[in-house]
């Protein structure tokens, strides 16, 4: 299952050796052309194949990246595998992953670039039962809070409704699934709309039994799923990575319009879980892309400072960075301004009504 707190901890725990190489520039990319002239690129993505990541896939089918003039592979992730690293090291030119987790690779060495934001609204929640009357974050005192590893979210959460969270509420080391909220081990659990809580959905509880907290609530999220690039890749290939940018998006606002057949391109790629539930995932992605009030792909500074804020209040990262020195807003800037003829803003934008035993029909 698709876990940040393991993610975000491969990023801080990445391999210096591999960060030096990165800061050198070795292995950084290819120099020379591909197969009919096309620049070969490698996207590593930050966890293993599924509906997440649709619109790379649509780019790739529909031949966006070929008439931007690339050739892309795309490398799945998985729970051992940290984009972050990949693309510092120079094994892949350029991955996509969570904001936060980025920052904390680049905090510890990593020379890389934000240049992309694809979601519009986070997907991280904390779900529970409404039998258990949790209504608000004000409710968690006393209660039981499955937490992955490095979820500064729930800690910045509870400072602000002033919850110790030593004294106040009893934290748990949650599993890479939600058998422990099933179980009704935990009172509270972190879920991601698209995934994790779907698999609690499937297993037969029905929505109108839970509450669904978002961290937007609060002002505490931190920016999500959004493309990066290595540095020294991003120097000398600053074209080709702004033409990826603008392929990209397009792909994503074609799984906007062929929801189903994004799916079926992502089926085909092999997935753990199956048809219905990438459904279920391309749905709740498209509601996180849609609308997108600064514009698709666009990289909305205001969260990217409350990010960097956050994680440096909480001690993930060292110091405050400069949004310019984790960020390329020009090449952001310019790469989705050439999103000709794109509906980069989705206004009016609702997602399809899916049947209602789409998750539990098996």
């Not at 725990?13 to 070795?26: E, I, K, R, W």
């Not at 290939?237 to 189903?260: I, P």
């Amino acid at each position: 299952m698709r876990n940040p707190g393991l993610r975000l901890l491969a990023a801080l725990t990445a391999s210096a050796a591999l960060l030096t190489l990165a800061a050198c520039g070795s292995g950084a990319g290819p120099e020379a052309d591909g197969t009919d002239g096309l620049q070969p690129v490698t996207l590593a993505l930050g966890w293993v194949t599924q509906a997440e990541w649709a619109g790379y896939y649509a780019a790739q089918e529909q031949g966006f990246y070929r008439e931007a003039g690339l050739d892309v592979t795309i490398r799945p992730g998985g729970p051992d595998v940290s984009a972050q690293q990949i693309v510092g090291s120079g094994q892949a030119e350029l991955g996509t992953d969570s904001f936060g987790n980025t920052l904390s690779a680049i905090d510890q060495g990593a020379s890389l670039k934000a240049i992309a934001q694809t979601t519009a609204r986070p997907g991280y929640v904390m779900v529970s039962r409404k039998s258990a009357g949790i209504e608000s974050p004000a409710d968690w005192v006393g209660k039981r809070i499955g937490s992955w590893a490095g979820d500064q979210k729930l800690y910045a959460t509870m400072a602000k409704y002033g919850i110790d969270p030593d004294t106040d509420v009893t934290m748990v080391q949650q599993g890479f699934d939600m058998n422990q909220f099933l179980a009704g081990d935990v009172d509270i659990a972190s879920a991601y709309a698209f995934n994790e809580l779907g698999q609690v959905l499937a297993s037969g509880i029905p929505a109108e039994e839970l509450n669904v907290y978002s961290f937007a609530e609060d002002d505490t999220s931190v920016a999500e799923d959004g493309i990066f690039v290595n540095g020294d890749f991003l120097e000398s290939n600053r074209d080709d990575v702004a033409a990826f940018v603008t392929a990209s998006m397009r792909g994503w606002a074609y799984c906007r319009d062929a929801a189903e057949h994004c799916v079926e391109l992502v089926v085909q790629q092999g997935t753990a879980l199956d048809a219905d539930f990438q459904t279920y995932q391309m749905n709740q992605m498209n509601q996180l892309i849609w609308p997108s009030v600064a514009g698709l792909g666009s990289i909305d500074e205001e969260w990217y400072q409350q990010s960097i804020d956050l994680l440096h209040r909480y001690g993930v990262i060292s110091r405050e960075l400069p949004l310019d020195e984790v960020a390329d807003l020009a090449l952001n800037e310019a790469a989705t301004a050439a999103l000709n003829g794109v509906d980069r803003i989705g206004e009016g934008y609702s997602s399809p009504e899916l049947p209602a035993d789409l998750l539990t029909r098996g």
